[in-house]
């Protein structure tokens, strides 16, 4: 640990004498501390010792800490041309080293950008752009690949990319060479009166030969956003045709509006045929990628899904906001689950705050044969500094 702590202090120094000198480096990162306390997220399943035939739950009572930094540098060129790149330290859970993840340094992101005119080309580790100003689908990815920018006016920007998902060590032949990779093609626009768009797919080419799976197929969706007098809207498509089985679609519309330092909100939508929705689009408990949100069920679940949710939040004052949401998932196999969950956010200093989530599940199971009948209950307390 002490090698990984030495060679990001170094790597800080470095960057920050470059940017003195030259002023074409910059540095930035967050970092965040959590405290967990999470009940029946297993949902009550059981597991049976095949030796001693004892029963036992895997995460009835978790109680856990966890920590990360990320640190980002962006390299300028005299003539525009740049590299970014980031990296992960720490991410993982208190526990002595056990695990091993908290001595882990992980890159990202670590690509170059060289602007041509009006096109732009980037290559290497590099964000992958779907449906991510709602979250709702491939948002905060990262691949290897190449992505070719033409933006003809600060309006709208069209984008080619090719990304290889896997490299085979050793090919099949040159028809089948055990390789997955993908294509893609994506409009982000920007209309009058502050709304904007974006759209595409992705086409995955998946010839890899040993795991038993046909992946190839497209995937992808459109998304808009902005304001309808009052009432912020927000609405996205997506579908998911990759693999042997039926093209799963999902939609979602939502809308808020302000009443002074109180913001309220609606958001409906569905999920079906197995599509799985990004984890950070949703609630809290639901979906959402917050503090306490349940890994063993999520809005898609791979089953036909509808939900409907209502988010409220208020400005107790400039430091401190306060949020709740009343939602109710609805599972055409497993059963239904209401979320009864809330946030604290405050503002310590410039670049540091302290939230504080707490969320209930209430979990009707149709099918106890095969998933637990506990209904989760989690709090968070994290505290995150950006720079």
Known sequence: MKKVIAAAAGLMLVGAMAGTALGAVSMGGDARARFLFQQNYDLGETSVDEETGAISRDREKDNKVTSRVRVQFRGEAAGGAYAIGRIGIGDGTWDGGNSGTNNVVVKDKAYIGVPMGMTLLEAGRQPIRGIETTKFF????????????????????????????????????????????????????????DWGTRFGTYYVDDQVLTDGRDGDGAYGGLELFGPAGPVGVKA?????????????????VS?????????????VGFANDGIELDGDFGFIMLGGGESITVDDVTLGFGEDTWWIGAPVSFAVSEALTLKANLAYFDYDISGSAVEISGSAIYAISDGASVDLDVGYLAWSNDRPEVLGEESPFGAGLTFNVSF
Do not use: C
């Open 236 to 252: 996205a498509v997506a579908f998911d045709d990759r693999g042997e089985g039926d093209t799963g679609w999902a939609a979602f």
């Open 255 to 267: 809308g808020d509006m302000a009443f002074g330092a109180t913001t309220a909100g609606l958001n």
């Open 138 to 193: 491939i948002h905060d990815r990262t691949a290897d690949g190449l992505t070719f920018f033409i933006n003809p006016n600060d309006m709208w920007s069209l984008q080619l990319g090719y990304y290889i998902n896997y490299e085979a060590a050793v090919n099949g032949d040159l028809v089948d060479d055990n390789d997955e990779s993908e294509l893609s093609i994506w409009v982000d626009g920007k209309f009058a009166g």
